[in-house]
């Protein structure tokens, strides 16, 4: 295991924190779901990588697939809902592709189509704990380079649900409550799926925030996870984009 790898720090990330919340939340049932989630993943990402090199290979990706989908998921789905997810996530990264990389973000491809086609319902555990999430979030995103996309996507979300304080007289400031930091932090900035130049990183960040407060407003379910789809796809496109 390679401590240096951002990949593995993030696991580690996830599994103490994990850990904690089934802790102090006297949850047992989130670490089996969790544990569920992770194993499918490993297992079928290793069989597509033993079909292609015949070698028996268990990927760091699949591990934080496996992670953030046990987050994400609501625990209380049957065993077979949440293998599926595995299933459909670790699908997307292997088959959907453009130019040899995966266009979606595994885990909120496989969370989504899920939620819409086998009715499961999702939880977000430990998402509004921003005194954990932010400090390994900040940490995150600068060691992927992925600082803009954050905050782009923090401002236009504070412009967008501040005016809509204002004209609701409600408290600006209780915005900062309400954010989903495991969405900021961990799944919107996931570095293949998200674009490499400058601009680009920033129309991506903005733009998720823009379309999300729409999808809210019209009612649509899983807003944050439809919205990082749609902006993955347009990552190939913002790429083109120097600077």
Not at 27 to 50: E, P, T
Not at 83 to 91: D, G, K, N, R, V
Request: contains cysteine.
């Amino acid at each position: 295991m390679n401590l240096k790898s951002i990949k593995v720090q993030l696991s580690i990330f996830l599994i103490l924190f994990a850990l904690y919340l089934s802790f102090i939340g006297k949850d047992a049932l989130f670490l089996l779901s969790l544990g569920i989630s992770v194993i499918a993943a490993i297992g079928v990402d290793s069989i597509i990588m033993y079909l292609k090199s015949k070698k028996i290979i268990i990927t760091e990706s699949s591990i934080v697939s496996g992670l953030i989908i046990g987050y994400v998921i609501s625990s209380g789905e049957a065993w077979w809902i949440i293998t599926l997810t595995s299933i459909f996530a670790i699908l997307s990264k292997h088959i959907i592709k453009f130019k040899t990389r995966h266009i979606f973000n595994p885990a909120g491809f496989g969370i989504l189509i899920a939620a819409f086609f086998l009715s499961a319902s999702t939880e977000w555990k430990g998402a509004n704990l921003w005194y954990i999430i932010v400090p390994f979030g900040i940490y995150f995103v600068f060691k992927i380079r992925k600082q803009e996309i954050a905050a782009s996507y923090l401002i236009a979300s504070f412009i967008l649900f501040g005016v809509q304080a204002v004209i609701q007289n409600a408290q600006i400031f209780n915005i900062l409550g309400y954010l989903n930091y495991f969405f900021i932090f961990i799944m919107l900035v996931e570095p293949m799926t998200t674009p490499l130049a400058y601009y680009g990183k920033i129309i991506f960040g903005s733009g998720a925030g823009v379309l999300i407060f729409i999808l809210y407003l019209i009612g649509i379910k899983e807003a944050e996870l439809a919205a990082l789809l749609c902006l993955n796809l347009l990552t190939p496109l913002l790429n083109k984009r120097r600077g």
